[in-house]
């Protein structure tokens, strides 16, 4: 189907290209009779015109489009918080281009890249280890950008984060509190800063608590995260390793072993309980409610959309993050 354009409205007019022009963008300084420009309105009106976005941006230096780059679409996490920054986004006017980096920092360079030629007026960036060079140009070139979920020490990147040291330690002093012969951390083996907020949170408690408890640590890399899990857990508990809690530092790493524990008929929380962080719907397959940790997706969506549109509107090159709180949800299946 064609588009409708200026020069379709012109010729039915019987008037020049710079006359419609200047009617539709309310341009002032030019004679044009109220009878004309009634007439203009009327055609483009019946025609179904709508305004060329493209050669728009191309006067106002805006194309109302923002760029987002997550870690992994595939992670149910990020799709429904990409949803979720879609919908603020259109509120405001913006529309969503989602690109995903697969924990890449090569490929997360890509993306920002690819976004910069598109011309999106802003970026909102789940940063990869490895990109703080990428972090800083954006600084250095005063682009609007926001971090959300993840951040990169010493980049003065505006963040919207949670309290995952804090909201970890008081997951595993809940675990504390049931007198488990043996607490286990099972995470990542990485650099990323809000990953390892997580494990001190866990440590945190550990070392302040005045019970004698044994601790282990299951830590995997990004790659074949499943089957190292399933080792692990299963190293573990091959050991018969009794009145033993898991906590599940990411839903990724809580799925794996969930489906290890329902494979091997290992029950919970009889035999082993569990706690993790995220949510995910792969939960409801589980025969036993998990307990789990809830990150406000909705309000994290709304601080960073506001805050990169403030950005766009005035760009101050400052340090700003935004804390926000999570919550432990209550399932049954910590004995």
């Given at each position: 189907?064609?588009?409708?354009?200026?020069?379709?409205?012109?010729?039915?007019?019987?008037?020049?290209?710079?006359?419609?022009s200047y009617v539709l963008n309310n341009k002032e300084g030019q004679k044009i009779s109220e009878a004309t420009k009634e007439k203009i309105f009327k055609i483009a009106e019946s025609i179904n015109y709508k305004p060329n976005k493209i050669a728009k941006s191309l006067k106002t230096n805006k194309t109302k489009l923002l760029g987002l780059i997550v870690a992994d679409i595939s992670n149910e996490f990020y799709s429904t918080l990409a949803r979720k920054l879609e919908n603020k986004a259109l509120k405001k006017g913006y529309t969503l281009?989602?690109?995903?980096?697969?924990?890449?920092?090569?490929?997360?360079?890509?993306?920002?890249?690819?976004?910069?030629?598109?011309?999106?007026?802003?970026?909102?960036?789940?940063?990869?280890?490895?990109?703080?060079?990428?972090?800083?140009?954006?600084?250095?070139?005063?682009?609007?950008?926001?971090?959300i979920d993840r951040y990169i020490n010493n980049t003065k990147i505006p963040a919207v984060l949670i309290n995952n040291k804090e909201i970890s330690e008081e997951?595993?002093?809940?675990?504390?509190?049931?007198?488990?012969?043996?607490?286990?951390?099972?995470?990542?083996?990485?650099?990323?800063?809000?990953?390892?907020?997580?494990?001190?949170?866990?440590?945190?408690?550990?070392?302040?608590?005045?019970?004698?408890?044994?601790?282990?640590?299951?830590?995997?890399?990004?790659?074949?995260?499943?089957?190292?899990?399933?080792?692990?857990?299963?190293?573990?508990?091959?050991?018969?390793?009794?009145?033993?809690a898991l906590f599940f530092s990411s839903n990724k790493l809580a799925v794996a072993g969930l489906k290890y524990l329902l494979i091997n008929n290992i029950k919970v929380p009889e035999e082993v309980s569990v706690i993790a962080f995220d949510e995910t719907e792969a939960y409801n397959l589980f025969p036993t409610e998990i307990t789990y940790i809830k990150q406000p997706l909705e309000e994290m969506a709304d601080e960073t959309i506001t805050i990169l549109d403030h950005l766009i509107t005035d760009y101050k090159s400052l340090e700003?993050?935004?804390?926000?709180?999570?919550?432990?949800?209550?399932?049954?299946?910590?004995?």
């Open positions: 189907m064609k588009r409708t354009s200026i020069k379709d409205i012109a010729q039915i007019a019987q008037v020049s290209v710079a006359t419609v281009i989602i690109g995903s980096s697969d924990e890449n920092a090569e490929k997360f360079q890509m993306l920002i890249e690819l976004f910069s030629q598109q011309q999106v007026d802003g970026l909102i960036i789940a940063p990869v280890a490895g990109s703080e060079v990428a972090l800083n140009q954006l600084i250095k070139e005063e682009y609007p950008a926001v971090m997951a595993t002093q809940r675990l504390l509190d049931k007198d488990f012969d043996t607490i286990v951390y099972i995470g990542y083996q990485t650099t990323m800063p809000h990953l390892l907020d997580r494990e001190k949170g866990f440590d945190s408690a550990i070392l302040n608590s005045e019970k004698s408890v044994k601790t282990e640590k299951i830590l995997v890399g990004i790659e074949n995260t499943s089957d190292e899990v399933k080792n692990g857990i299963k190293n573990l508990l091959d050991n018969k390793v009794s009145n033993t700003k993050t935004k804390i926000l709180s999570t919550q432990i949800i209550e399932g049954k299946s910590i004995k």
